[in-house]
């Protein structure tokens, strides 16, 4: 865990917390680049250089301004650690527009490296390391540690106006708690395994539209007026779609080219209800993480009934608002076949 940014820490005077760069450091990557120029340009291309600008985010945020938010999709913004304490109303903090400073650069270096005025490693500093920054290792920071602060948290409590922010029970994103009853966890492979390859810090997920397709399968058995499709994500360590509820794979049967009046679909997501006092899950049709005994696998049926071809694609934001956002940053068609 970030101690800094761990849940239990809101509420009670998160400043005390700060995360403080050694002395001639500051926050920003520009504290960082001069030296790890390869790291920064792969960091740049990763969506946690994003986090706290780009338009899928961008849009839920302004319809939601929430400071809870802006802690792990821009933690170190301006501002943010002095109002954390409860600040997490609607309209209750204060927006840059557009982001500028800290903001502007999501989740970055000092983020996850920065603690107590050192640097955070999940190695045995070299002698050049120790000479250029203070180096505190973790051996935790090489495994899920380092990633549950942001990648695993429940929902936001509904609370009355002037009471102080809570959190709920239900995991709005489990993905730490799904990925530790995987072979893969069992096998001792990490996140940073599949999504750091030991070194790198381009963070690709399910933005990378090409590691998605080299992950998913999918088989038809053609019957009559329907078609049976089973789809596999062989390895898959979490839960696909993993992380926010909103992802969707789309299993779609068509009659035209574009598929603009779909003949059957299947969404595999996670769907959860509120019950006034929370949210509960009440649907996980995701394809499920591999297990012993438990193949990554889901099978439904679709009616082909006028069909000429099937489609499944991934959908990246919330359906309530993905209307207003250019067709590329809604998703990407995953895989299609003539039926
Ligand atoms: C989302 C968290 C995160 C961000 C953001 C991040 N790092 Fe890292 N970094 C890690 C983790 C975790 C490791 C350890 C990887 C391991 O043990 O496999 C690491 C390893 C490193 C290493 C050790 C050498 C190596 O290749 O493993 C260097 C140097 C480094 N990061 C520099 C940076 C710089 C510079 C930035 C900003 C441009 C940055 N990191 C941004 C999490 C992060
Ligand atoms: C003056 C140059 C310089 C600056 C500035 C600098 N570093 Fe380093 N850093 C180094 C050198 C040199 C190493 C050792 C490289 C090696 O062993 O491969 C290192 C190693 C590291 C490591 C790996 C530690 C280990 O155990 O080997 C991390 C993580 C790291 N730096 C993060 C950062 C972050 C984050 C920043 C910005 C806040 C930063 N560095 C700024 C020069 C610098
Ligand atoms: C400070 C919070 C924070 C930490 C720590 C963090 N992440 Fe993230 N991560 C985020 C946010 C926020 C996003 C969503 C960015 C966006 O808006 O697209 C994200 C996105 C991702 C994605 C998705 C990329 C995509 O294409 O959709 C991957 C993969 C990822 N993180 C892996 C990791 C791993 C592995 C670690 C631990 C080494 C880690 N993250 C640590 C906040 C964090
Ligand atoms: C065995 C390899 C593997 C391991 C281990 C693994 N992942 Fe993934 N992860 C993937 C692949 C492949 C994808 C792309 C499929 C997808 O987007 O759902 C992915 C996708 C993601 C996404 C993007 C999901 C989305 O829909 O936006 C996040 C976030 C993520 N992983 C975080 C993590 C975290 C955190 C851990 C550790 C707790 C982890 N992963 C462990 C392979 C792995
Ligand atoms: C505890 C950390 C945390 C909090 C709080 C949080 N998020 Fe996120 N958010 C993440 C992570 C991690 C991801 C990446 C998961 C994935 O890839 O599915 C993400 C992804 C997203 C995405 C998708 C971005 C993209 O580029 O695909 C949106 C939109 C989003 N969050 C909006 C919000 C809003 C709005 C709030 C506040 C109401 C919020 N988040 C609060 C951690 C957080």
Request: net charge negative.
């Amino acid at each position: 865990m970030i101690p800094w940014l761990s849940l239990a820490a809101f509420g009670q005077g998160l400043t005390a917390l700060n995360p403080e760069p050694p002395p001639g450091f500051d926050l920003s990557v520009g504290s960082c680049e001069g030296c790890h120029s390869e790291v920064a340009a792969q960091w740049a291309g990763s969506r946690h250089a994003v986090a706290g600008t780009n338009p899928i985010f961008w849009e839920a945020w302004t319809r939601w301004p929430n400071g809870w938010c802006v802690n792990c999709h821009a933690p170190l913004a301006e501002g943010q650690l002095a109002t954390l304490g409860g600040l997490a109303r609607p309209g209750s903090f204060p927006r840059p527009q557009p982001p500028a400073g800290l903001w502007a650069e999501g989740v970055n270096c000092a983020t996850c490296h920065v603690q107590d005025q050192q640097i955070l490693s999940s190695r045995e500093p070299s002698t050049e390391a120790l000479l250029a920054h203070p180096v505190r290792v973790d051996p935790g920071f090489g495994g899920a540690d380092a990633c549950a602060s942001c990648h695993e948290f429940p929902f936001q409590q509904p609370t009355a106006p002037g009471e102080p922010f809570a959190i709920g029970e239900t995991l709005a994103q489990a993905t730490v708690s799904e990925w530790a009853l995987s072979s893969a966890a069992s096998e001792g492979r990490s996140c940073q395994d599949c999504h750091m390859g030991r070194h790198g810090h381009a963070f690709p997920g399910a933005h990378d539209s090409e590691r998605l397709r080299s992950l998913l399968k999918v088989e038809v058995q053609p019957g009559d007026q329907h078609a049976v499709f089973t789809v596999s994500a062989p390895g898959a360590a979490h839960r696909i779609p993993t992380g926010d509820p909103f992802r969707r794979l789309i299993l779609e049967t068509c009659a035209d080219a574009a598929c603009a009046e779909p003949v059957d679909e299947v969404v595999f997501r996670r769907v959860f209800a509120s019950t006034g006092q929370g949210w509960v899950e009440v649907l996980d049709r995701t394809i499920p993480p591999e297990r012993p005994g438990q193949p990554a696998q889901r099978q439904v049926q679709l009616s082909t009934a006028g069909a000429r071809s099937w489609r499944l694609r991934y959908a990246l934001a919330d359906h309530r608002h993905e209307h207003v956002l250019a067709p590329e940053e809604r998703g990407y068609v995953v895989v299609e076949g003539a039926l």
